[in-house]
Each structure stands twice: as structure tokens, then as C-alpha cells.
């Protein structure tokens, strides 16, 4: 069967409301506290990174639910708007789109408040078999926050490998500190890349140490939780923050420095480098070509507040790391 569309992305989708910098602590007591940037956009993992690999030229569509509601209206309005496919994107009739609130702080880190809504009933009926088998590849995003998804993805993903499709996935945090649900392992096994940052690798590493020999050691080094976690079968690619990204087969670590940034906010930047790795690897290009070209997907998305407004095209990226001298087609 022919590939309908390059990429097949399944997960969250929801109005962010990014808030700052705000470099004291949320105060409470009905405090009002002032912040110099205000933005309401499209947020989640799963629906930036669809946002990111649409602005980089692949032909994406996007499965998850939103509510009956002006945020669900929100959302489907900003993803067809930045050329992505919501046919798959179902409207719950009882439930409330998600909705987060992100307050940034100058040194570029931040606290995410989510109301979770239609995420707690997104599921496998979701996800359109005809997407699924008819797309080059498909990337599941913030693993911890769909449950009924989760539960499902090791049979998903692996029919959309057994449909000739690549896979891939982005856990993002885990609210509830566990890390370590009983199908994570199961759908490592059939992901083709691991996309975590530097921190869920670490917390995923022990945590799957824990679940194999109870001894919950952590991983001595970044390159090693990456080694423990691709011993579970897919390539692991780590977002890195300004030290820049690495990647591990289980033999090799591959790193790259990434490109200078002075970002306004990160929010979304990892959805970005997710969005960068996907596109560089279906153009076929190699791991170390696909490193460099996310990290500056991922640090060109900076470039202005919120997720979308600033992710690149191709052009855009290359040439960015062009500058850079590196020069990669």
C-alpha cells in the first residue's frame, strides 16, 4: 500500500498559556504577581511536534481528542492553519480540552500546571488503522499523560512497523514520579527511537533497572542511561539542553554541541528537536547528519514565545547549521 502521509503523529493536543519570566517564587494567598509576557498557542508534545515536522516540509496528520468547546476549536484551527491533517482529530462530547498553564523563569526553566481532560480517554480507537498502516512513520508523545494510549502502544506501533512505517517516541515527564508503567518495556521494543531529555532518560533508566533486577541503581553518566535504555531496542536520542544532544545504539554514543541560542522561552524546543530528527531520518540522512539538524530545529524554535511561532523550515535549519559549518543536504 502507498504512503498516504510522511508522518503519523498520536498524542496530546491542547491550548497552552505561557506566562513570564518570573524569577520569584508563585506566591499564593491571593498574591497578584506581574510577568512581561503573556501567550495563549497551541500546546502539547505530541501536537508541536506535528506543528514542527509540517514547517520542515513533511506531510503530517495528527490522532487524538479534544472536547466540544472553544479550546478543542482552538487547537483544530492552529494545527490545520500550520498544514497539519486533523481528520483523525475526534471531539469528545462529555469532556473538556486539556489545557495547560506554563510559567517560565529567566534561567530558562519552568513549571507546567495541566488540566488533563479528554487525555485520560484517549485510546487506541483513536488512531485511524488506515493512518496507522499508510504512514512512513509514527511518533507517540507524552506517554505518562494518555494511560488508556499507552496501554495500546505496543500493538499500535508495532503494526505500523509491520506496515514497513519507522517509530518513535517521546515520553515527556511522568507526573506521577513512576516512570515505569508494565507496557513501557514492551513498547521500547517495538520503537525505532527513544526521544527523551536528559532528565527522563536518567529517570527512565533507573526506573527499568528497578523493574528488571529491583535494584534501582542510577545510571553513573547520560551516556549510560542511553546505553541501558537502547539494551531495550531502539536508537536513544537525548535532548541535552545547551550541552546539545547524544545519541546511542547500545554500542556507540554519537554527540553533538548543537548551535548557539538565546532563547526568549524553551517551551516546545524538545518537540522541535523531535520534529527536526524524524524529517532528517526519513530524508535519509545518518544519525550524526539527523543529530545535528534536530538540535537546530530544537534551538532555532526559541527564537520567539511559545511552541510554534518560531520553528524552522528546512531552508531555514540548514542553513543555520551551515553557518555553523556544517553542511548537511
Known sequence: MPHTFDLLVIGDANPDIVLGPLDAPLAFGQREQLVDTGLLTLGGSAAIMACGAAALGLEVAFSGRVGDDESGRFVRTALDARG??????????????????????????????????TLTATGPDDVPDELLTSSRHVHAASYFLLPELATALPELLGRARAHSATTSLDTNDDPSGRWAPAALAATLAVTDFLLPNAREALALATALTTAADGTGRSPASLADAA???????????????????????????????????????????????????????????????????????????????????????????????????????
Not at 507546567?112 to 481532560?117: A, E, F, K, Q, V
Not at 517551551?267 to 520534529?275: E, L, M, R
Open 84 to 117: 497539519v491533517d486533523t481528520g483523525a482529530l475526534r471531539v469528545d462530547p462529555g469532556l473538556p480540552t486539556p489545557l495547560t498553564v506554563v510559567v517560565t523563569r529567566g534561567d530558562g526553566d519552568r513549571t507546567i500546571l495541566t488540566s488533563p481532560g
Open 227 to 329: 546505553r541501558a535504555l537502547a539494551a531495550h531496542g531502539p536508537l536513544v536520542v537525548v535532548k541535552d539542553g545547551a550541552e546539545g544532544a547524544l545519541a546511542h545504539d547500545g554500542r556507540t554514543a554519537l554527540r553533538t554541541r548543537g548551535i548557539a541560542a538565546r532563547p526568549l522561552d524553551t517551551v516546545g524546543a524538545g518537540d522541535s528537536f523531535d520534529a527536526g530528527f524524524v524529517a532528517a531520518v526519513l530524508r535519509g540522512l545518518p544519525t550524526a547528519a539527523a543529530l545535528d539538524l534536530a538540535a537546530a530545529c530544537g534551538a532555532l524554535s526559541t527564537r520567539a514565545h511559545g511552541g510554534t511561532a518560531a520553528q524552522p523550515t528546512w531552508d531555514e535549519a540548514t542553513t543555520a547549521l551551515a553557518r555553523d559549518g556544517k553542511n548537511h543536504s
